[in-house]
């Protein structure tokens, strides 16, 4: 079974969608108009019935199959619908209208394919059984996944699986990348805040510079993976943003650091979080001056469970073909809030390519786009998913 005739029909209207989404970006816990949107077409859509309000500006939608017999089975469909922080430069004109905010991570067409498989099993309703589509809120660092599930996503709306699908533009378009077990990483942000004390640059003697303490503290960072970490684990330690003073000449007193860290082993997490602090602490008192250091762990590692991703392989190759349909050979460092539905039901989650060429533009990249003529094979895979997963009897 190929991409589903009736979805391809409706293509253009999913790529109106799309952009629609796009030119209205709308970040974490803001997104109002999106869920609004999203609510709107799932009423048009004729869905059983439409929730709204889970995590703040999440929508759930819930389609009864038409066949019989299904003995209460139902499974869930997630799309995340944040956009980021970040000025578009891609000069579209369906280009974000909201200075500072984008849709750089494809949450835009993460959106409008479910929303399309929504359009078409609700008109459709060859399953057994029930499905819940889930628009997730908040995927980009607030923890929305979190937050819905600890509103009781999953009492108010039982599901036996639940399964997530992410646009991934260094893959060809139209294939498939999969793996059983870890396939993103678990995340945690890091603030380092090294207090010292100001001086006149001309007469650093006077003071203590905490941005040489900075710099030596990046340094040892970089010492904690290649010699704490087992080589065959994988873990990563990156300071992203160093903040301190405002002009030429005076040494500050205060220098923060941002970062993050990677990791799939809780094990490999601790060790992460107890040498940050270390390392920090100790280069500061070495220079004698102070730091402090929040490790906020945000997401686990997501996990795919085995049998649910060969559900997943089975759909993906029905609309694809089998030579499409590609193993991914090492999990990526990128996080993902899907992990904590993962934590809660069986499931599993799958990459479908965007790409175009070696030189796409990358996610979170300012001159990112979705790729829209990948819609059709998204929307097609979760319909194909719910109708293997749920086939229709009587």
């Not at 509103?151 to 039982?158: A, I, Q, T, V």
Request: hydrophobic letters at 40%; a negative charge; charged letters at 20%.
């Amino acid at each position: 079974m190929p991409i589903i005739n009736r979805i391809a029909e409706f293509h253009p209207e999913m790529t109106a969608w799309r952009r629609d989404l796009h030119q209205h970006p709308e970040i974490g816990y803001e997104e109002v108009r999106t869920s609004g949107v999203i609510a709107d077409k799932l009423r048009e859509f004729g869905c059983d019935e439409v929730v709204t309000g889970i995590a703040k500006t999440g929508v759930v939608a819930t389609i009864r199959g038409s066949g019989a017999g299904a003995d209460g089975r139902a499974i869930g469909l997630r799309a995340d619908i944040d956009a980021l922080p970040i000025h578009e430069e891609t000069g579209l004109p369906h280009a974000s209208r909201t200075p500072g905010r984008m849709h750089a991570c494809g949450h835009d067409g993460h959106t409008t394919m479910l929303l399309g498989a929504a359009k078409y099993l609700a008109e459709t309703r060859n399953f057994s059984g029930t499905v819940h589509l889930i628009f997730q809120p908040a995927e980009e660092n607030g923890g929305g996944g979190r937050v819905m599930v600890e509103e009781g996503l999953f009492d108010r709306f039982p599901v036996e699986r639940v399964f997530g699908l992410h646009n991934w533009p260094g893959v060809p378009e139209g294939n498939f990348i999969w793996r059983e077990g870890p396939i993103m990483a678990a995340v945690a942000n890091i603030e380092i805040c090294v207090t010292g004390k100001g001086a006149h640059g001309a007469m650093p003697h006077q003071g203590n510079d905490p941005v040489v303490i900075a710099a030596q503290i990046v340094t040892a960072l970089q010492s904690i993976v290649a010699r704490n970490v087992e080589p065959a684990q994988a873990g990563v330690v990156t300071i992203g943003s160093i903040r301190g003073g405002d002009t030429f000449n005076v040494i500050p007193e205060k220098v923060r650091m941002l970062g993050t860290a990677r990791w799939f082993a809780p094990e490999v997490g601790d060790i992460l979080e107890r040498k940050v602090r270390e390392l920090a602490t100790g280069v500061a008192a070495a220079f004698g001056a102070e730091a402090t250091v929040k490790f906020d762990r945000l997401y686990p590692a997501t996990v795919n469970e085995p049998e649910s991703t060969r559900m997943t392989l089975d759909a993906a190759r029905a609309v694809t073909g089998e030579a499409r349909v590609h193993h991914m050979p090492r999990p990526t460092m990128g996080g993902e809030d899907f992990s904590f539905m993962l934590n809660a039901k069986e499931g599993s989650y799958i990459m479908l390519g965007g790409g175009r060429g070696p030189d796409d533009p990358q996610l979170h990249d300012a001159h990112y786009d979705f790729n829209d003529d990948i819609l059709p094979a998204g929307a097609s895979y979760w319909a194909t998913l719910v109708e293997q997963l749920l086939p229709r009897r009587g």
